[in-house]
């Protein structure tokens, strides 16, 4: 909440020049009545003291409740800066669930695919030149089903054709 616009005016301001009001005085006067309220005349004057005793009274008891707010203020509030973020607080009860459709059955199975186009030829192997098991190694036979017996690679290991 913000702070409400003030009641009165200044009990008196410095203002000089075209901006001078009935409550403008000077620096010096101020400096004087400063100087009359730090000796007590106030106080001292039983003449004066006894006519505005009722509002030294209240200003005294204004004084007081200003300095319970500034004292609450820097305590409890802070110096303006936001503090760390509270605790987090409970979470709301879950609503209740909707109703769960009921699963509907398997659709029929889909055509089967058209057959792939066959793979080139690979290059055949020498005639009449089949490798020992002593010395069969894939890397050296042909990547491609050759005839009928034949050994091939078939991507790393060996078939017959």
């Known amino acids: 909440m913000a702070l409400g616009d003030r009641k009165i005016p200044e009990v008196f301001n410095k203002k000089t020049g075209g901006s001078k009001d009935a409550r403008s005085i000077t620096s010096a006067r101020e400096l004087e009545i400063k100087a009359e309220y730090?000796?007590?005349?106030?106080?001292?004057?039983?003449?004066?003291?006894?006519?505005?005793?009722?509002?030294?009274?209240?200003?005294?008891?204004?004084?007081?409740?200003?300095?319970e707010l500034r004292r609450y203020i820097i305590a409890e509030v802070g110096d303006g800066a936001q503090g760390p973020a509270g605790a987090k607080g409970d979470t709301g009860d879950t609503g209740a669930a909707g109703a769960t459709g009921a699963t509907g059955a398997r659709g029929p199975a889909g055509a089967d695919g058209a057959d792939g186009a066959d793979g080139a030829d690979g290059k055949d192997g020498k005639n009449g030149t089949t490798p020992t098991m002593t010395s069969l190694n894939g890397s050296s036979l042909p990547t491609r089903r050759g005839a009928s017996g034949t050994l091939w690679n078939n991507r790393g290991m060996v078939a017959i054709s």
């Open 38 to 67: 730090d000796a007590g005349v106030h106080v001292a004057d039983d003449g004066m003291f006894n006519t505005i005793a009722p509002a030294l009274y209240a200003i005294q008891k204004l004084s007081e409740d200003i300095d």
